[in-house]
């Protein structure tokens, strides 16, 4: 069965978790000085923070609201001020961050219940969402104040989006890019859905196939739609 295709764009609200495969959080310190991190990040880019959660001492989890920010940039800032603090040279986190889409608010009450049940850690939110806090976290923001506002905004996809929306192409068709390059109809197809299902520009689309310049892009598009 084909895999079915995300529906990121659709969505303001990710489930994201980052993995590292060395120890990151060594201290209760470190602990502390990330989650002021997390804090400051969502100041610097005026998203929504629902949930978050160190894990272990190798990952954490962020249930966010980005409204019209970048995840990808948002991720990056809080990994390059941690990065800043651990005094590290190298990257800490070696993969890239996963990022669940959520669409409904059952689906994220759900999300933070299920991390919780997955650590018992203080450092951990969900004391904030069960109402057992004795003091106020106020950049975080409950899901029981106020509607959430899931619907995406018409803003260009970022490169993480599109990537994500590449790689589920490439999985439904059970190829790899080299074969997209090759094969000028299923290049042309994949180049139709992220047209189609985007509002990403043509540099986008060209840069995230392997470098096809925009006026590539655009005539492939029009002898599409004269052929159809």
Not at 77 to 101: A, C, W
Request: proline content about 1%.
């Amino acid at each position: 069965m084909a895999r079915k295709a995300r529906k990121d764009l659709n969505t303001n609200v990710f489930s994201i978790t980052q993995q590292a495969n060395k120890k990151v959080f060594e201290t209760d310190n470190d602990r502390d000085v990330f989650i002021e991190l997390i804090e400051q990040t969502q100041k610097k880019f005026d998203f929504l923070v629902y949930a978050y959660c160190l894990l272990d001492d190798y990952s954490f989890k962020l249930i966010i609201n980005a409204k019209k920010q970048s995840i990808s940039k948002i991720m990056q800032s809080l990994i390059v001020s941690y990065m800043h603090h651990r005094k590290s040279e190298t990257k800490l986190f070696y993969q890239r961050f996963k990022s669940k889409p959520l669409y409904t608010k059952e689906e994220v009450i759900a999300e933070i219940h299920n991390v919780n049940v997955r650590s018992k850690t203080i450092y951990n939110s969900y004391c904030v969402v069960n109402n057992t806090l004795s003091h106020s976290i106020d950049w975080l923001t409950s899901v029981d104040e106020q509607p959430i506002d899931f619907i995406k905004s018409a803003t260009p996809a970022s490169e993480h989006q599109l990537q994500n929306m590449v790689d589920d192409f490439l999985k439904e068709h059970n190829c790899d890019m080299m074969k997209i390059k090759d094969d000028k109809q299923l290049r042309n197809e994949c180049i139709v859905r992220l047209r189609k299902q985007t509002n990403c520009s043509l540099k986008q689309i060209g840069y995230i196939l392997g470098g096809l310049s925009e006026s590539t892009i655009s005539k492939i598009l029009k002898n599409i739609e004269q052929e159809g």
